[in-house]
């Protein structure tokens, strides 16, 4: 099976600030990679599929990028509404997840 | 808009049989190119992919639960179903279903439950 390590597992950021989640594969994927929001009380929203194109709809700060075993998302200017946990998911063989990121304000 | 809803037992006892239902309402679970999912979430953890159904039957699950699992499902209710054998506490979880996208890449969850909290205890 194919192992996702997410880091970090939680972090504390300001408005405004860049903020960047990496997921590694335990073994190569290339680019079968999503990212997802999840909020409490609410199903997970998709963000990016294929490590990097950015699902309609979404704002234009969230970014993803990597292939192989290495991912990285990005937010670019902290949102009130961008404090969730997010985590990724490779679908190159079954499924796996990584273990989150929850993401709170500082 | 389909919807996913899981139901069954909020409590069972350790080495019993974990049973839950997904009811899909807004689309035939028997059309179209997705998979019909069981994910779970213990507190303070992150996701683990139970396993999946095809509308043809054909299943795939977690090597690490494999023994444990079996997930079907019944068209003519619109419904699909979790079995998971000899539970114990680590069994915990707030339990997915979740429709999946595939056919044309990429692959995702387009749809999900809003979770059923599972209890091992006696």
């Known amino acids: 099976d194919i192992q996702m390590t997410q880091s970090p597992s939680s972090l504390s950021a300001s408005l405004g600030d860049r903020v960047t989640i990496t997921c590694q594969a335990s073994q190569d994927i290339n680019k079968f990679l999503n990212w997802y929001q999840h909020k409490p009380g609410k199903a997970p929203k998709l963000l990016i599929t294929d490590a990097s194109k950015l699902q309609t709809g979404v704002p234009s700060r969230f970014s993803g990028s990597g292939s192989g075993t290495d991912f990285t998302l990005t937010i670019s200017g902290l949102q009130p509404d961008d404090y969730a946990t997010y985590f990724c998911?490779?679908?190159?063989?079954?499924?796996?997840f990584g273990g989150g990121t929850k993401v709170e304000i500082k | 808009q389909v919807q996913l809803q899981e139901s069954g037992p909020g409590l069972v006892r350790p080495s019993q049989t974990l049973s839950l239902t997904c009811t899909v309402s807004?689309?035939?679970?028997?059309?179209?190119?997705?998979?019909w999912n069981w994910i779970r979430q213990p507190a303070g953890k992150g996701l683990e992919w139970i396993g999946r159904i095809y509308t043809s039957g054909n299943t795939d699950y977690n090597s690490s639960l494999t023994s444990r699992v079996t997930i079907s499902l019944d068209s003519s209710t619109n419904q699909f179903f979790l079995r998971l054998t000899s539970v114990t506490a680590a069994d915990t979880a707030v339990y997915y279903c979740a429709r999946e996208v595939f056919g044309v890449l990429p692959d995702y969850f387009d749809s999900w439950g809003p979770g059923a909290l599972v209890t091992v205890s006696s």
């Open positions: 998911q490779q679908y190159d063989r079954l499924v796996s």
């Open positions: 807004g689309d035939a679970i028997r059309i179209g190119s997705y998979y």
